[in-house]
Every structure is written in structure tokens, then in C-alpha cells.
């Protein structure tokens, strides 16, 4: 352990480099539309801030110097000092920040395996101990998964009802942009980590790789908001996005021991577009976690020595025969289809759910219904000694896995001594039935029990059980395989029986893969096992189930995208040339907020009450339109404020006083008009934010401001009040007439736009590329419209269904007129240049003029 | 056999779902500043005439049909022309593409390994038979590859000198965008693959996989290029970067048998944004092709069934101890600064041969001399009898990695029976000398001759070589930690001993991901060896060996892209803050070349002859400068062309010989004074396509199209000749004067603007993201300036020189004055807006109604 200890140091100490070529350069990729300010800007005050942080600390380091150099080992503490002050410096480094992920990530999860094995030996414990009688059996066996998923589904929907389900269609449309705050919080952590912990130590067939992206994102944003505490480079939007990415690797890495399928995995499923600078977090942050999670596993003597998770043993010398390759091409195809029907059944089931009204009310109203009930259903079919004797129903989902990918064969080799099922592989085995039925049964059964239970408001995921059942279908084949070639297929003399294991790594990859609609199962299958001896026929079977699945379904993630109806942005349609017709003039907004550079503080007032959009438009004046830059909402509202807040207040009030004082000297008002006042006053206040709801909070300071003084006030001078109420608000007003001093304001001056001809498909990628969530849209210069991710979404989901049907864009009758051929571009070029003619332009346009000028 | 041309079929028949969701969506990404135009104006013109050529085909067919009619097998050869449409209907297909791709590369992968095995095969047996005297034998074994290496030079130098070194920088920069037309040609095909062939078949230390990278491209633009002749859409430019991007995948995949790792290796060497909806593309092409590459190992019976490339059987129950992870953390740390010593080697050998103007020169005049004298050394040194008999010289670089990749200890174990070295392991072993000491020779001397071979100028890649170094530098440390400890490290009771295997693997990874800067030599390595059990040591060996080597030095593609100067936009430096004070305004070209939507044919003439973008900006007129669109440089050619071209030109001569042979009857004029004429005419084209060199070519059709014309007036009229000139030049001075019509003419109505104030940063980020060469300038609307690829290129190189030391940007002065401040970025909008009212701006501004009416 010592000796891992020091490796764990080494590796630590080595980052040191990593963070050359980690820490800015990442920090550009994935920023538009989202980042704060100017990075130069950011950085500036970033240096100026840690000089400042230098200053304050080096200050109470002297003071400490001071009062320890009387003690005895100063030198000691001055040398502490000196390497704590390093390490703050080094808190920011990326790779610090990584290792920590993965050290916690690693934890979590071994701490999570580790309760959810005592959980299920629980449920064995008990199963087995009553085996006098079959009914407290059955109770015993039905009763503890009941319990533990309605627990769980209680403790999620009451702490943090964001925690439900996989959460990898949450992480894609995040990592797209799109802010979804709730779903990055400690309520939420804590509902996933414990919920999840119950619901897979239920024994249901749900899976934990989705949840845990979830909880590696969960952690990254937290880690990331406590780190802010010693380092302002952590406040960094986009640096926090990049964090999440690798998050999502760590998060697979450390759930299967998977780092280089982890990475894989969560970049084929989350991102659209990758920057590839950014690979190397991903594979540093789930190396370690993976490092750390098999290491757990070593120091509590589960493991000699680091290995894989489902550790198989085929041969090595002749894996399988070229022959047996269409086997293999069955499986990937049948799991094609397989994966495309998974999908769809989990869409049905939930569809079914909510369309049936009568239910749908039922089981609002006792929301836990149907989690006990779905668990009842489950477990009472995999009862051992019911029918869950003729589907191997008592093993666990990893015990049924382990066994599953075992390299000896089950059915009968000829003449050969019968195999002897030893340990679980016994489960499979039954007196009167075949293996091959049993196998049937248990894929049947498993596959709609899993896109049911899957459904069950708990976190869970769907990979896990997919990949089971995967395998068992793969194990189908090899067996019957086996069974028709008692020798092997080879035909040079030396005999290579047939490894139905084998088979049901292949199976597991490929069913997997086309439910998630990715390749990178099939790494994850080689990290697993700890074999890649079977890559061409995992290869060849994952990308023929891809193939299949994905012209017949969206994966699982995108599906569940739609059914929760997720701000994504989605794909668009695969040769929709109509789409090409579609400009952004068509599908702005034309009502764009915006501010003029000499409104008032009214104006800014009123826009902030009505608009929506995270940054605003600053134009030039109403009559020009001319776009100046976009300015942040929070930088306005802090405008705002501090216009009207609390230190001008003050002033304010200490001026007015100091003039009344003089002049008055009258009764104190009873304290009842006072109030009522006030009460009006706040009538008044939310009567305004109603109207524009998303703007309660930001009114908050400015509201609290203002009852802060007024209560001030109340101590002082009592009697003033009534008169000192009214003049404020004669004060506010005045101070919302004044012009707005933008100069403390952080104006990005080239905000991103678009013209108001480019094409729909154009904006797509852009918006996709740089990951926007609005362009503003300009014709010369003049702002005309906005287009933000919904508009764009609209306008692509209009003419793209769900199933794939191809329905006419809405606005493509307009263009299909003939706009798309060239001479009619030129035409309208030509109109627009005499739509400018006509419109007094900067300079009087003189043809000869030009002409002679552009000779 | 069967069954294997059985999958063949049914993989190419479910390629068809793969065309589902493969043809259109890739299209879109990388698009901006190549796409020639509009995608759906693009696509109509593209169904008109594949409908037209199916008519033509189709009334070739009723020939057919009626002739093969009196046939007896009517039927059958019905049947085989519909399938021969289906056929042609389905080319244009991409998994049609990949597949073609793929087969054709595993077949010259195959062919080329059977060479190079053949050519290296003659050597041994050329060696062996002269045993009788070393002399001979030493001449024999020097002259061999001398010869070759010569051959491969010589021939690589008369045909195509692109072909040249490894290929993978000029492929990086071919897929960001930028056109190196003369190294996609047929030339450099067959220079390269024969070029290749022999320079690995002399038996240098030299590597195959980067040249197999271009050769894939080559392979996937040639084919494009071939299939274009059945579909236009192998026409679409952007479609075919793509298919170059799933070519290098292959390239790599088929050389090593290594698909996932094939892919990842391209995209982290290649990309710097990478469209994950590619990803699939890539997989496909490389499965298939490491398929069949290995199939045909199969068929050729070298091999009886598929395996890995370089197969280890390493013990699977327990691959290596916790323990022994310092020793890999080492041989990754040491392994990195390795890499980054190679790289700085290579470079030093490429720049010293070119300062030194002497040796320079010299070497320059006799060309084949520079290989001629490094094979001589090399081979001499590594002469069996001489000083190779230390360094196991002779071995290829083949054999040499199958013996340090075997799973058997050569240091003596204790008391243990003495290791027998049999077959090439022998090599290693020398009687007077230690094994360690052999195999420390070898890194050293493999080391420098690897340096050095990579700079001779024939096609080659340094992975292979380098990645031998690496597997020797892990045996090295394998076989000490065996030495040291005899027993292994685990306490536990089961003796398990030290496998130097795994550290050759674990080095041979680490070396290469160093050399390469890439983290995805961990999956070639699984993919070689067939073993993944190494996983966690190999992965924290990479990332060390990266970390090191990436803070010291750049990669060995990236040093060869500085070092050959090649297009390529250089990633912005670490932590340059200063970055983001330059703005586009202090980069951008102001002399903008543009045509005025009223310019004259003079002026477009005139502007092509100066400008040498690719797409020109189309304004409103030369006051306004408003941006109203861009235009292809070759549209404009065709404008021209067609204003100027033979149909009008004769048109004009007709109506002129109508009207002048009324009036003349005149004697011929003597020729010599003709052809002065034309003499002079040739001179005034050749100067003006002297002033604007590019342009030469784009006149030629117009010049020919005069001289045709004039000939042909020759033969007709020799008589009106010298008149006719004179009026043709009149007509075309006319002709020039007249207004443009741009009516026939693709406009691009939405080119990529951006506005003066975007940052360096911000535009970097923009170009290589969207894959620009070029984008306008605008200020409301207004085109101010152009910034290309080589403006901005400057602008970073300004401030990062090679060795990553840090100088001021060269603007930075103008910008730290405070402009960076949020308080002048306000003030200097106020400017603006001063500036803009001091214009005539298109509605007078008045602030009072701007106030009210943002009320």
C-alpha cells in the first residue's frame, strides 16, 4: 500500500506539467453565448483579486511568524506556511482539481457497490433463512425490493425530484448550454447517491452507469463551487462546462473500471462537437478514478491485484474461427432490432402512462404507487422457487453476468462428461428444463422488465440490464452454436471448441451499443472483461446493431430527451433540402428587447421586467438600431441596483434629514398608516414582478435595500417617517428618469450575429459549433431580430417528427416558389439594394462615382 | 472461405441501413468558407442531372434491351441491368465509399507487407549465403539498402516529391481546411507506395504508419475522384474532407490491425474539433479494413484465425502487481522526456543540414547522396559481425519487437534453469556481453538512427521505430525489476514472477504517445499485443509520458509542420492573456479587393487580376461599402469569360462581316504585320497576367478563346483580318465598359462577417471551429476589412515563437493602456457613437425620442 500510496504522489506530483498545456488553452473551447466577460477583462481583475488575496494572507502570515518565531520549531511552521501557500497557489491547476474528482468519484462508487452488496446479501440472508416456508419466503423476497425502491422513490421526489432516472439526457442538453441550475445541486446529489443505493440494492434490473455521469457531474459542480472558495478561476462558466465533460468520463470510468471506454462513451453520447484538446482531461481524470476504484478493491483483499471487473479467461491462442463470423453478424443484427424495440417499449411504457388519464390522476395522487407496484410485479416473477426457478431468477445482475461470460460451455458436447454447474451457474441449470428455455425465458422476461422498471421514478439507469440481457442473447447463440458444433468449426486437425462466452461479450457489446447508439461499447466490453481478443467480432457486431438501430429509433437518451421535452437542440433531418430554404429571417423574433445607449433608468427598469433573454441587446438609439454589444442581465440589474440602492439611498436620506431637521419637529404618525403604507409599497413591488416573473429576484436586493433603510430609519427617527416614505418614492422616481451611466457596465462588443439571410442549416451549425444559445441578427448593421436555441428548435422540429416523417417546413412554401435558384437571388439582391436606394443611406449613392473609383 | 465472403456480402448488404444516418448529416460540418454553393441549390442542380443522365443511360438500355431481345437469355440480362442500375443508384452511398476504401487499403497494406517481407527475406538470404566471407557479406549487407534507400529517394524525388516523409502534418493541414492540391494526386500514390515499399524493405529503422496515413487519403481522393465519374455528389468538397478524415482512420487501422485505436490515434493527431457524428464513419471504414487486412493473413495462411498483429500471452490471473506501478509510473516518466528529446533530435538534424550552407549545397547538387551516406552508416553499425552483434542488429525491426514483447524473462532467475534463447530471442543474447548491456546499446543506438533515418528523403513515418525504442526501454526496466527481484514483489504465498513483457508493452506505449503527443497509442497497443490486462499501467505510463513531453517540447508532426512551414493555424499559447487585447481590427487587411453591385466588367477584370482571395465581397457601391454578400472568384471567371467568350466574340463577328462585306473588298494585308500584331496582343495579356500572377490561368480560357477565334478568321478571311482586330479590340473595350449582370452569377447572401471588436480569442476560436480561410470585416454593415488565415496566423506567431517562450504580442503596447478596462470599453462605445452621429446616419438620431419611445 505504501508503495500505491507513493505512486498516488508521483502521479500528483507530475500533474505539475499536465497544467502547461491543460489550464487556458481549454478554457476557449465552448464559450460563446455563455461566458461572463471579456476573458482579458476576467483575467485582469482575476490577477488583481489574487494580489490583493496575496496581500491579505502574506499580512496574517507575518502576524503569525510574529507569534510563533517565540515557539520552538519556527523554522517547521515557517516552512508550513510557505507549502500552504503554495498549495492555495496551485488550487486553481486543473490537474488538482481532476485528481480530486477522480479521488471522490472513486470513492463514491466503491462506497456505493460496497452498500449495495450488503444490500442484496440482505435479501439472500433473509431469502434463505426462511426456507421452511415458502410463503414468509415469497413475503420476504417481494416485501425488501418493495420497501427499498418506494423508499427510494419517496426520498427522491421529496429531497430533490431531479434525481430521477438516468440523467445523461440532462447532462447532454447541460453540456449543450442550456442552464438547467436545479439539476447541480447537493439536494440533488444527495437524492441520486441514496436513491440509487436503495434501488440497486433491491435487486430490480436497473443499471447505475447513467446515474453515476449524473453524480460525477454532480460532483464536479460542487467540487468546482467549493474550490471557488480559495480560487476565483473556479467562478469560470465555461472552465465549469469543460470540468463537466470530463465529469461524465469519470463518471463511466469509475462505474466500470472503464477509463478509456468511459471517455468514449460519454463523448459519443453527450457532445455533438469535441475538442480534441480537451481528450486528455477526460482520460486523466477517469484513469485515476479507475486506478482508485480498483485499488479500493485490492486494500479490502476483494481482489489480489488490480484486474478487470468481470474478469473472463477465453483462450488466448485461437479466440474463435473465421467461420463462426456470421454468428456473430446474427447478433449484432437480431440486437439491432432488439435495442431499436427496447427503446420504443421504454417510450410506450411511459407514453401509455401518461396518456391513460384515469390511471395517470390514480397514481399522482399516492405517487408511490406504481413503483410498489412495478417491483411487486417484478420480483413476484423472479420468485426462485415461482417461475423465477425457470429464469435463473435468484442471481443477482452481476452474478448472472459473471456467469453468463463464463468460458465453459452448458449444453451437452456429445459424448463428453456433462458439464458440472458449479457455484451460480447452477441458477441456469434445471431438472426438467433446457438451458436453451431457461435462456429464453430469461431474455424474454428481463427485456420487458427492464424497459419497465426503468420507468420507475427512481435513478437508475438502462445500460447495465441491457447489457445482461445482451449477453444472455449472445450466450443463446453461442450455446446453440456449441450444441450444433460439438468439435468446433476448424477443419485443420486440431479441434477449437466453440466459447460461448465469447459470444456473450459480443451480444453484450452490441446490445448495449445500439441502445445508446454508440460504438464505444464495444471498448467498454474490453475494459470489462479484461480481453480484446474478440474485437473484430465485437466490432463487426456493434456497428451492424448501430446500423440497424439507428435507422429505426433514436437512442434512449434522445428519446428520453423528447418525452421530457429537454431544451435540446436537435439533429437535423437527414437530407431535408427544404431545410436549406428556411433563412433566420423567418424564424426570428422581430420584438427584440434591447437598450438604447441614452436610456433611462425607467427603460432599463422596464426591459429587464419583460425581456427573458441572458444578455440584451445595446443599440445605438430606437430610430438607428445600430447593434453597439449585448450586455448581461445580472450586469443591468447591478446597474439598477446600485442607482437605487442602498448607499445613495443613505446619502440621500442624511441629506434630506439634515436639511428637515431644521424645519421639523412634528408628532410621530401612528404606526398603522406606516405599515399600510409599507404593505402597499410591497403590492406594488410584487404586482411588478409578477409581470415579469423571472426578474422576482433580481429585485430582490433593491427591495431588501430599501426595507433595510426603511427599518433603519424607523430606529432613527420615527417621526419623519411618513413625510421621508412619500419623498422617497418622489426620489425613486426621479432616479429612474435619469440617463444610465454605462461606464461600470461590461459591454462585449461583438456579440454574436448573424445576417437575416443565412440559412437555417448555417445557423444550426453555428449554433451547434459554438454552442449559442441566442445570435442576434442584424441587417447592415440595424438589429432586427433575435434567435434563440427555441426558435431554431421550432423551426427544425416542424418539419422533423419523431418517427422520422418527413412533413413539410412550415415556411417552405414560401420559398419554394424559386428563391433557391440563382438567378432569383440575384433579383432579390438587386431589390434589396433598391430597397436601400430608396432609404436614406449614409452617403448618396452615385453609380458613375463608384465606377470610376473601383477602376 | 465461404462463409467469410458470406459476411462480406451480408456487411456490404446491412451497410445499406448505415446509409440511413450517414449520407446527409455529415455534410453540414466543416462547410463554412469551402462550400462552393448553397447545399440546395446545389442539390436540385444535382437531381437535374442525375435525371437527365438516367434518361440517357435509360435509352442505352432500350438498345440494349432490344438487341439482347433475340437472346436466348432475355430474362437474365434484364435482370442484370436493373441490377447494374440499382448498382449505379447506390454508388454515391458513403458505406459504399468506406467499404471500397477500406478493402482497397487493406489490399495495399497486404501487398505492401508481402513486399517489404520479400525485400527484407532477399537481404537475410543474401547475408546468410555469403558467411564464407565477412567482407562480402558485409558488402552484401550494406549495398542492399544503400540501393533501395537510393531507389526510393531518386524515384520519390523524379516523380512526386510530395511524397516525401510521413504525411500526417500535410494531412492535418489538408483537413483544417486548407488546399494542398498536389499531395492528393495519383503521382504521389504510386510514388509514395513504391517509394515506401523500399525504404522499409532495406530494413531501416523507418515506420509505416504515418505514410499509411496519406496513403489512405490518397487512396480516399483518388477513389472520389473515380467515383465522380458515376455521381456528382463526390463533387461536394466538404463531403470529400470528411471521407479524407475517415481515410486517416484507416490508414492507421489497417496498418496495425488496430480500428479503435486507428480512429482515436487520427482524431487526436488530425482534428482540433472533431463532429462526433463522423465517428461512426471512421470505425466503419477501419473495422472493415483491419478485417479484411487480417482475413487476407488468414487466407494467405500465415495465421489461423484472426488475432492481433503482434500477440503476447501474458498470464491473465495476475498481470502485474500493485507494486510494481512506481516502475511503470517511471518508465512513463522517463519515456517522456524521451519523446520530447527525439523530437528536439529530429529537428536539430533537419536545421543544422540546412544552416550548414556548405554541406547544404553540396547535398542539394547531388541529391541521393544525403540517403545514400545516413543508410551507409546505419547499416554499417548495425552489421551483424561488426557492432551489431551488440545491439541485435540483426533483427528487423518486426522480429525485434516480437522478441521484446515476449512473455519470457532473458535475465537468469536465481537459481532457476537458465533461459534457452530460441528462435530470434537468440539475437539478444551474446556470450561475453549482458543482456541489459545488449539491450542499453540498442535504445542509444536505435535512438540517434532513428532521428536521423526519419530526415532522409523518402517516404517514411517514425511511430514504428520509435515505438521499438519504447519496448526496449520497458524490457530494459522489465528485466532489471526481474533481476531485482527474482521472486516477484507479492507477499501472498503464490510466487508470481516479474513479466518484462508488460513493461516492454507498457514502454513501447508510453514512447509513442510521447513522441506523437497522443494518449490513444494506450488502445494501439491493446490492438497489437491482443491483450488489454496491462490497462491501468499503460494508461498512467501514457498520461505521464505525455505530461512530460508536452510541456518540453511540441510533437513530432506539429515540429515538422513549423519546420516545412506548412498553412496551418498554430494553437493560441498557454496563459497569453495578452491575446485577448488584440482586436481584428489591428490584424485586418483594410484594402479590401470588392466588386460594387453596378461595377462594369473593367472593374471586374481589374479586381481579379489584383485580389488573390478565393471568394470575393460583393458591396452595395464604393460609398456605402455595405456588405451585401460574397462571390466565388470562379463565378466572376465565368462572368467574365462569358461577357468576353467565343459565342458573343463570334455573334459579333458575323453581324460585323454582314455589314463590312457590303463595304470591303480590300487586298490582304501582309502577315507579318498580323502577326506582330498578335505579338503585341500576347505581350499586353502576359503583362497583365504578370501583375497578377494567380490570375494567369483564369485568362487562359479567354485568351484561347481570342486566339481560336482569331485563327478561325485566319482560315475564313484572311483579307478583313487586321481591320476585324482592331474592331474586336474596340468590341471588347466596349464590352468591358458594360455593366455586370450578375443574374447568372451564385451569390453567397450570408458570408461570415465579423465586427472589428472581436477578439483574437474569440476569432481564433471562430476559424477553427467553422474551418475558415477567410472572413469580412464589417462595422455596421459596412466592409471594412478582410482577415484571412494568414493575418491571423501572424498575429499569433507574433507572440509565440517555436520554443514557447513568451514575447509581447506586437500590438499589445496600444491596447495596456487601459483599454482592457470596462470603464474605457464604455467610453470608447460613447466614442463610437459620437463617431456615428458625426456621420449621416440613416435616420437622424434624436435622444428625446428615443427615450420615449423605449418607454
Known amino acids: ?37 471579456e476573458l482579458g477583462v476576467y483575467a485582469k481583475e482575476e490577477a488583481a483579486r489574487l494580489r490583493e488575496s496575496g496581500q491579505r494572507r502574506s499580512v496574517s502570515r507575518t502576524l503569525d511568524l510574529l507569534e510563533y518565531d517565540k515557539g520552538r520549531c519556527a523554522k517547521c511552521r515557517i516552512c508550513t506556511v510557505r507549502c500552504q501557500k503554495f498549495l492555495i497557489s496551485r488550487v486553481g491547476e486543473d490537474w488538482i482539481f481532476l485528481i480530486l474528482l477522480g479521488l471522490l468519484m472513486a470513492l463514491v462508487s466503491w462506497v456505493m457497490d460496497f452498500c449495495i452488496a450488503i444490500c442484496l446479501q440482505a435479501q439472500k440472508w433473509m431469502y434463505g433463512g426462511l426456507d421452511s416456508n415458502v410463503f414468509l419466503q415469497y413475503l420476504a423476497w417481494v416485501t425488501y425490493p418493495v420497501v427499498l425502491i418506494t423508499f427510494s422513490a419517496g426520498f427522491t421526489q421529496i429531497l430533490a425530484p431531479q434525481a430521477v432516472g438516468s440523467g445523461i439526457p440532462e447532462m447532454k442538453t447541460i453540456l449543450r448550454g442550456v442552464v438547467l441550475k436545479e439539476y447541480l445541486t447537493f439536494k440533488t446529489f444527495v437524492a441520486k447517491v441514496i436513491g440509487l443505493t436503495c434501488a440497486l440494492g433491491s435487486g430490480m434490473p436497473l443499471g447505475k452507469e447513467g446515474p453515476f455521469v449524473h453524480i460525477a457531474s454532480l460532483c464536479a459542480a460542487l467540487l468546482s463551487k467549493f474550490m471557488s472558495l480559495f480560487g476565483g478561476i473556479y467562478e469560470n462558466e465555461s472552465r465549469n462546462i469543460e470540468m463537466l465533460a470530463a465529469a461524465c468520463a469519470v463518471g463511466v470510468g469509475c462505474c466500470f473500471a472503464a477509463p478509456i471506454g468511459g471517455v468514449l462513451f460519454s463523448i459519443e453520447v453527450t457532445s455533438t462537437f469535441f475538442a480534441v484538446r480537451n481528450y486528455w482531461r477526460g482520460f486523466f481524470a477517469a484513469t485515476f478514478s ?17 484486474t478487470a471487473l468481470f474478469k473472463t479467461s477465453f483462450r488466448l491462442d485461437f479466440p474463435f474461427d473465421l467461420q463462426e463470423l456470421p454468428a456473430f453478424a446474427v447478433i449484432g443484427i437480431a440486437n439491432g432490432f432488439g435495442g431499436a424495440l427496447f427503446v420504443y417499449l421504454n417510450r ?33 416473477l423472479t420468485f426462485p422457487p415461482g417461475f423465477g426457478q425457470f429464469m435463473a431468477g435468484k442471481l443477482t445482475q452481476k452474478e448472472s453476468l459473471v456467469t453468463l461470460l463464463d468460458n465453459r460451455t452448458w449444453a451437452k458436447q456429445g459424448i463428453a462428461e456433462e458439464f458440472d454447474y458449479i457455484g451460480h451457474s447452477e441458477a441456469w441449470k434445471h431438472p426438467q428444463v433446457n438451458v436453451f428455455v431457461t435462456l429464453v425465458l430469461f431474455i424474454v422476461m428481463k427485456f420487458w ?9 427512481v435513478p437508475c439507469g438502462a445500460f447495465m440490464p441491457v447489457f445482461v440481457i445482451g449477453a444472455a442473447f449472445g450466450r443463446l447463440v453461442g450455446e446453440s452454436m456449441a450444441a450444433w458444433f460439438p468439435d468446433g468449426i476448424h477443419t485443420d486437425g486440431t479441434i477449437y471448441p466453440i466459447v460461448p462466452g465469447g459470444y456473450a461479450v459480443v451480444g453484450a457489446a452490441a446490445l448495449s451499443g445500439a441502445v445508446t447508439h454508440t460504438v464505444s461499447t464495444a471498448v467498454i466490453v474490453f475494459e470489462l472483461t479484461g480481453q480484446i481478443s474478440h474485437i473484430l467480432p465485437v466490432m463487426i457486431a456493434v456497428i451492424l446493431a448501430n446500423a440497424v438501430a439507428q435507422s429505426l429509433q433514436p437512442s434512449l437518451y434522445d428519446s428520453i430527451i423528447r418525452i421530457k421535452k429537454l431544451p435540446y437542440l436537435p439533429e437535423l433531418g437527414w437530407g431535408h433540402h427544404e431545410k436549406y430554404n428556411i433563412r433566420v429571417e423567418d424564424i426570428m423574433v422581430r420584438d427584440v428587447r434591447y437598450i438604447t445607449l441614452n436610456c433611462s433608468y425607467r ?8 425581456g427573458h433573454l441572458k444578455t440584451l441587446a445595446l443599440v445605438e438609439s430606437t430610430e438607428s438600431m445600430i447593434l453597439l454589444g449585448s450586455i448581461e442581465r445580472a450586469q443591468l440589474q447591478a446597474l439598477l441596483s446600485l442607482q437605487l440602492g442602498r448607499p445613495r439611498r443613505l446619502a440621500y436620506i442624511r441629506e434630506r434629514a439634515v436639511e428637515d431637521k431644521k424645519r421639523l419637529s412634528v ?13 402597499s409599497q410591497e403590492v406594488r413591488f410584487q404586482v411588478r414582478g409578477h409581470s415579469g416573473q423571472r426578474c422576482k429576484k433580481c429585485f ?9 433603510s426603511h427599518r433603519k430609519k424607523c430606529l432613527q427617527n420615527v417621526t419623519a417617517e411618513f413625510c421621508m416614505s412619500s419623498k422617497i418614492t418622489e426620489w425613486e422616481e426621479k432616479q429612474l428618469d435619469e440617463q444610465v451611466n454605462f461606464n461600470n457596465c461590461k459591454i462585449d462588443p461583438a456579440p454574436f450575429q448573424l445576417v437575416e439571410r443565412t440559412s437555417l442549416h448555417k445557423t444550426h451549425t453555428i449554433f451547434s459549433l459554438l454552442g449559442l444559445d441566442h445570435a442576434f441578427v442584424t441587417s447592415i448593421g440595424r438589429l432586427i431580430g433575435v434567435v434563440s436555441l427555441k426558435e431554431l428548435r421550432k423551426a427544425i422540429e416542424g418539419s422533423v417528427t419523431v418517427k422520422g416523417a418527413k412533413v413539410r417546413p412550415p415556411l417552405a412554401s414560401f420559398r419554394d416558389s424559386g428563391t433557391s435558384s440563382s438567378e432569383n437571388e440575384a433579383t432579390e439582391l438587386h431589390k434589396l439594394w433598391d430597397r436601400h436606394k430608396s432609404m436614406p443611406l449614409p452617403r448618396e449613392h452615385t453609380p458613375s462615382e463608384s465606377d470610376e473609383k473601383s477602376q
Open 449 to 457: 422488465m427492464s424497459a419497465l422498471a426503468t420507468t420507475i421514478p
Open 667 to 679: 408628532v410621530s404618525n401612528d404606526s398603522s398608516e406606516n405599515s399600510s403604507h409599507r404593505a
Open 290 to 306: 479507475a486506478f482508485i476504484f480498483r485499488v479500493l478493491a485490492v486494500w479490502n483483499r476483494d481482489e489480489e491485484t488490480i
Open 1 to 37: 500500500l505504501f508503495v500505491c500510496i507513493c505512486v498516488c504522489v508521483w502521479v500528483v506530483g507530475l500533474g505539475l506539467q499536465l497544467r502547461l498545456n491543460s489550464l487556458k488553452p481549454m478554457r476557449r473551447y465552448s464559450m460563446y453565448g455563455r461566458y461572463t466577460q
Open 603 to 610: 427603460d432599463l427598469h422596464n426591459v429587464l421586467l419583460t
Open 700 to 708: 430582490q436586493p433593491f427591495k431588501a435595500h430599501y426595507f433595510q
Open 348 to 380: 410506450l411504457i411511459v407514453q401509455f402512462m401518461r396518456k391513460q388519464k384515469a390511471i395517470n390522476r390514480f397514481l399522482m395522487k399516492k405517487r408511490l404507487l406504481y413503483p410498489a407496484l412495478v417491483t411487486l410485479l417484478i420480483s413476484t
